[in-house]
């Protein structure tokens, strides 16, 4: 075989290339885990709660079980297995077992021929509840005279943390906020689905939409009263996720109904059952107080934290653990006091979305920031150049920075950015006044508002997980089928380098969206220096590969394709002895496959192609850095690296009608390095988007308990009037000892951009605004800032880890995330 | 109830059709052209947009029976000769799919819209697809993608 060997691989680390999954979801044959279909299938469907707290006294399913078409219905003492799963504790009931705490809360389960009849019957099965007086306040829920909600009362988790002397800071300025967060939805536009086939060995295979496999089978074994490798999972495309799909929603219930019926069961959430059946992110209370000294030095800050958890445990733990490290913002302050709470409701769960209790500190702190700089009468930008976070800072954990963080370059390059261009109040075009389409408005009262935000955000898990990831990778001259292939440009690919030698890459880490088979592909590329790859489905026959989360797999799964390539070339290497020097010894250093060939101190010594009588593969596992949870004073080692995030957000508001409209946003990312623009670019778009959405519209309302908006028509997420051009940035500073350098870069936009665009409304109103979402009513001075006696009594809990685990609940997971 | 036809130039009979059911519900579950997405189900996002005859519908809004006779193009007739539509091949281009539920029913809504409008602005695209919710992009790259597609098709549409 002849290969040319000037020729470049392309398609490999750092380029924008095309998705490996474009054409399937461009022509519509992309299949989502709702698409899933099998011959004989029957639908499943969930009774759920109608009540926020209630009792079930009696459950009458006679009714439901002998409507035509309906195969089974399960309650709870219908279950043989374990009977509550849950990601960080086991609390939550596979089906309510005499009482419910929470809108929405499985009772009752039912598989039918068609999806009508499965709905059918569960309105006919009877429930005799008994309803009880929620607790659906976080600051009732820490009263003494509250509902206990789970037997060890309801605070779930307190974090203290202390640095440096809180109590004796002296400053010459001091300003207290108070700010509230409503609870957002990660809206994912794909519904929560999946296909539970019964197996003929009595397990059952599962497709479904999800963010860990081996997590979901962790828990779902267990209640299915099988082994684990009975339960074999297979990655179903995935229609967006961002936190949603982290914990267990229609996983357990359609394998129970699959092995009840021994025939395939599918289930697909409507949109309000999806609101109803997945994690929320936290509602949030916080109080800050700031003190500088008067030439403009941030001395200390003294931050409480109340988080509403809902009813269950999800991974509420970590989120806490996340947003109590947070709350100081990224800056330098000598003094810190952080007292973070996280509570019981009989409000729907809270878990993971997209920043994971960093963008709830981040609109406090921010604002905070503000503040003390209008107090300082000192510009904004110049008190957060001045207290950036550098590669060396001491945060308040006593975590030292160690890796890149370019905070003082991001900051600079928005406020750098260009200005949008600013149209005359009067004569525009409707589309492009607040309202737009609204007809609102005509530039009567119309301000203009720029304002900026900071804010960071963890790569991976912390506290002391070791959260690693499996790849196996092969290089071989055959053409595997069946699976998703990826190469640059098809044709001329017999000239290609490395033609004829195809890499295959197997990994149970999950693809939902945001472009990680892609960045496999491309590390594949660079490291193995072919073009064409293919990528397996994710199935639970792979290594753990952890969670796609916490920005976490283009450096975990990536880290393990990586290394995996490299033990590749290294079996190459020795194949290669043989041919080069006989009997000789090492080849000379650096040793690479690059553009087909295999060259050895920077001379070819084979092509790869001549290499590979017998196909090559191998397996690695990518661990981080050890970390450490906290100590008694909130000391310790908490995160193995960090993304730092800046915007600066221009807005316009007509004051009258309390309507604002973003004109633009400039984005700064710190992404280490940028494996591949244009998905770089999509995720700072996207996330700026959600942070949009967060900032203006976008909140699931439940009161007293009763989620009152579960649809699109009721639950706003931004449209393409909403939207503002973005200009993005990155700031490519290498984190050491990460593949590539590279950041996590899915969150850390999500995280800034409520806090810069409150601050640009701030600015355009002088309002103060200190509740996200902002509303009309807020903009136009007709509902006052929300007020606040205080912060509640900090609650005496054992230590630092969960309330649960000191009362002898352990963890599913045995640690958290 | 019977339900006749005509999909991506095909004629087709389905026997059973419940009569509440919609159009959306017909082409996934019965025909099994699940291209086209169910992501709300009640037309607030246009994941499930189709043609029926020469305009765009939310085919979960439609009842099957209203399909009567009609001539129905789903994104799988789109690229029916095997070669990607322009306004297909822009969006990948131009990276403006992310999760792809909503990438269907938006590349629908651009093929529509670049037929009635072969050269839009940048208002016309977002007032225009202001009824298709992407939860991913942030809308900026489906613009692009927009512009891309009116560059390569010339005011040219076929499928």
Request: hydrophobic share 40%.
């Amino acid at each position: 075989m002849v290969t040319t060997v000037t020729d470049r691989v392309r398609g490999g680390v750092g380029e924008s290339v095309v998705r490996v999954d474009a054409v399937p979801k461009v022509t519509g044959t992309f299949d989502y885990a709702s698409d899933m279909r099998a011959d004989g299938m029957l639908w499943g469907a969930v009774l759920r709660s109608p009540h926020p707290y209630a009792r079930i006294r009696h459950v009458d399913a006679t009714a439901a079980a002998t409507l035509p078409g309906v195969h089974a219905v399960l309650l709870a003492d219908d279950l043989e297995g374990k009977r509550t799963f849950g990601l960080n504790l086991d609390d939550q009931p596979v089906l309510a077992d005499g009482l419910v705490r929470y809108h929405g809360e499985p009772v009752a389960l039912v598989a039918a021929r068609t999806p009508a009849i499965a709905h059918e019957a569960t309105t006919l099965i009877a429930v005799g509840w008994e309803p009880l007086c929620p607790v659906t306040d976080m600051e009732d829920a820490l009263r003494p005279d509250a509902p206990r909600l789970h037997d060890f009362g309801n605070v779930l988790r307190h974090v203290h943390i202390t640095r440096g002397h809180p109590d004796e800071a002296e400053a010459d300025v001091w300003v207290d906020g108070y700010y509230e967060t409503g609870m957002q939805d990660q809206a994912p536009l794909g519904p929560e689905a999946g296909l539970a086939v019964p197996a003929e060995d009595g397990g059952v295979d599962l497709f479904v939409a999800t963010q860990w496999l081996h997590v979901d089978r962790e828990q779902i074994a267990p209640c299915l009263n099988l082994p684990p490798e009975k339960v074999r999972i297979t990655l179903a495309g995935v229609g967006g996720a961002f936190g949603a799909r982290e914990d267990i929603h229609m996983q357990i219930h359609a394998c129970l109904l699959a092995l009840r019926t021994g025939r395939p069961v599918k289930m697909s959430f409507g949109r309000e059952e999806s609101f109803l059946g997945h994690v929320h992110r936290h509602p949030s209370r916080i109080w800050l107080r700031h003190g500088a000294t008067r030439d403009g030095r941030l001395v200390t800050v003294d931050a409480r934290l109340l988080f509403d958890g809902g009813a269950y445990t999800s991974s509420s733990p970590a989120v806490l653990g996340n947003a109590a490290t947070f709350a100081a913002g990224p800056y330098e302050v000598p003094n810190v006091r952080i007292e973070g709470t996280l509570v019981y409701t009989n409000n729907p769960p809270c878990g993971a979305m997209r920043g994971f209790g960093a963008p709830q500190v981040c609109f406090a702190h921010e604002a905070q920031m503000d503040k003390l700089a209008a107090a300082l009468h000192t510009d904004p930008v110049e008190l957060r150049l001045r207290h950036a976070l550098h590669t060396g800072s001491v945060l308040p954990t006593g975590q030292v920075v160690t890796g890149s963080a370019p905070v003082r370059e991001l900051i600079e390059l928005c406020a750098r950015a260009p200005m949008p261009d600013l149209q005359p109040a009067r004569g525009r075009d409707q589309l492009d006044y607040p309202g737009t389409t609204g007809n609102v408005t005509h530039g009567e009262g119309v301000r203009v508002g720029v304002g900026y935000a900071v804010g960071f955000k963890n790569t991976a898990f912390s506290e002391g997980f070791d959260d690693s990831a499996t790849a196996r990778v092969t290089l071989s001259r055959s053409e595997p089928t069946g699976c998703l292939k990826s190469a640059p440009e098809a044709s001329g690919e017999a000239q290609r380098p490395g033609s004829g030698v195809v890499a295959e890459i197997r990994t149970a880490a999950v693809e939902m969206g945001q472009g990680l088979t892609t960045v496999l592909t491309q590390i594949a590329r660079t490291e193995l220096g072919v073009e064409r790859v293919v990528l397996h489905t994710a199935d639970t026959s792979m290594g753990n590969a952890g969670s796609t989360s916490a920005s976490r797999q283009s450096m975990m799964a990536g880290g393990a394709v990586q290394l995996a390539c490299r033990l590749v070339r290294d079996r190459l290497a020795a194949r290669a002895r043989g041919v080069a020097a006989p009997g000789g010894g090492p080849l000379p250093e650096p040793v690479e496959l690059r553009d087909g060939v295999l060259a050895a101190g920077g001379e070819r010594v084979a092509d790869v192609a001549d290499l590979l009588t017998e196909p090559v593969a191998e397996t690695a596992v990518y661990h981080h850095r050890p970390t450490t949870g906290f100590d008694d004073a909130g000391q310790g080692d908490i995160h193995v690296t960090f993304t730092f995030a800046a915007q600066r957000a221009v807005v316009e508001v007509d004051n009258e009608l309390g309507i604002a409209r973003v004109l633009q946003v400039a984005a700064a990312v710190d992404a280490g390095k940028v494996l591949n623009p244009a998905g770089f670019e999509g995720q700072v778009e996207g996330g700026t988007a959600q942070g949009l959405g967060f900032a203006l519209m976008e909140e699931l309302q439940a009161e007293n308990g009763l989620v009152r908006n579960p649809s699109f028509t009721d639950y706003l997420i931004p449209t393409f009037l909403d939207m503002p051009p973005v200009l993005t940035y990155a700031v490519e500073e290498p984190d050491p000892h990460v593949p590539y350098g590279l950041k996590g870069i899915g969150e850390a936009p999500a995280i800034v951009s409520t806090a810069a665009i409150v601050a640009a409304l701030r600015d355009a109103t002088g309002r103060e605004l200190n509740r996200v979402p902002v509303t009309p009513d807020d903009l136009a001075g007709l509902r006052p800032p929300r007020p606040t006696p205080g912060p509640p009594p900090v609650p005496d809990v054992p230590g630092q880890w969960p309330v649960p685990y000191y009362h002898q609940r352990a963890s599913t997971q045995s640690q958290l995330m | 109830m019977k339900l006749s036809l005509t999909v991506n130039g095909e004629q087709r009979v389905i026997d059973d059709v419940d009569a509440g059911e919609s159009l959306l519900t017909v082409l996934r579950d019965s025909l099994g052209l699940t291209g086209t997405k169910n992501a709300c189900e009640q037309g607030e996002c246009g994941s499930c947009s189709v043609y029926l005859d020469d305009g765009l519908v939310c085919s979960c809004l439609v009842l099957a029976g209203q399909a009567e006779g009609a001539e129905v193009v789903t994104v799988e007739g789109l690229a029916a000769r095997g070669e990607l539509d322009p306004v297909q091949e822009a969006f990948a281009q131009a990276g403006a799919i992310q999760c792809g539920f909503c990438t269907p029913g938006l590349v629908m809504a651009v093929h529509d819209l670049l037929q009635r409008v072969p050269d839009p602005s940048d208002g016309q695209i977002r007032e225009e697809l202001a009824g298709n919710l992407c939860r991913c992009t942030g809308y900026q790259k489906v613009i692009s993608a927009v512009r891309l597609a009116a560059g390569r098709t010339n005011g040219h549409h076929g499928y």
